[in-house]
């Protein structure tokens, strides 16, 4: 989950152009995984060369390819540039006002409070709800963690690759709160879990990241391995990035929900 609340805190290539023209202000070129006309020249030629030195039954294969001392490679010839990413979600109106404004922010309790309160303010969550959602929360002193989620914005590489794993996405989308709140209720139907089905809309956050930056971000499989199967024409190929700092609102392209075009161009999204 990443949210900014109150605090300050195919045609696709003309397409993504004009998105980032209209919706973003950079200076930084910006490299989309999915679009190669924005890949610089120097990781255009390496990655092909990679990809034509490849042998492979199956493209989905590629996973298993031994690249991981290539990954610094791409960085290096990445720095200087920002690559977009995709963040699952879903929103109330007044949330998306606030991340146009403020950007993302990591995941942190006071994170899922601010989201909480101005949700209960606002007449989405009765008294009772808010505090089973607060002490139920990922977050929550003294709660078992489910992973290390907090101080990190949870992002994809590739937009395509979303309709090739409608899985990975489809809790995001069709539960608000994100993964810190709704993490113990989505399967209990008896719960809450219809109360959070019910409330915002789904929504793909287009931001972009710098990999070069301070922090320690994680990205699974790898940056590389992502590229590569893009360039042997494998759509699904995509990766996770554990981004550790806010994004701020400059650095925010778009947020698209159902009926905008960035949103149907991806088949079998969750639609309400």
């Known amino acids: 989950m990443a949210f900014a609340g109150s605090e300050p805190v195919e045609a696709a290539v003309g397409y993504w152009l004009a998105m980032t023209l209209a919706h973003a202000a950079t200076s930084r070129p910006v490299v989309d995984v999915d679009s190669p006309a924005t890949w610089p020249g120097p990781l255009t030629n390496l990655i092909y060369k ?12 590629h996973v298993d390819l031994e690249l991981q001392d290539r990954e610094a490679q791409i960085l290096d010839l990445l720095r200087g540039h920002l690559l977009r990413a995709q963040h699952c979600t879903r929103l109330l109106d007044h949330e998306a006002d606030a991340i146009r404004a403020h950007g993302l922010r990591p995941l942190a309790a006071a994170l ?15 008294d009772a709800e808010r505090e089973v959602l607060r002490s139920q929360s990922m977050v929550a002193p003294g709660k078992q963690r489910m992973g290390i989620r907090e101080g990190q914005v949870c992002l994809t590489l590739s937009a395509e690759a979303t309709s090739h794993d409608i899985d990975g996405a489809w809790r995001l989308l069709s539960f608000w709160g994100g993964e810190a709140i ?13 109360r959070l089905r019910c409330l915002g809309r789904p929504a793909l956050v287009t931001a972009y990241v710098d990999l070069a930056s301070s922090g320690r971000h994680l990205v699974f499989k790898s940056v590389v391995h992502t590229f590569v199967g893009k360039a042997i024409g494998y759509a699904p190929a995509n990766a996770d990035v554990l981004y550790r700092n806010a994004i701020p609102p400059q650095h925010v392209e778009s947020i698209a929900f159902p009926g905008d075009p960035a949103y149907d161009r991806l088949w079998g999204l969750p639609t309400a």
């Open 50 to 61: 990679i990809a034509d030195e490849t042998e492979l039954d199956e493209p989905e294969l």
């Open 112 to 126: 899922v409070d601010d989201r909480l309160n101005q949700a209960h303010e606002r007449g989405y969550l009765t």
């Open 182 to 194: 709704y993490w113990r209720h989505c399967d209990d139907p008896a719960g809450v879990a219809q």
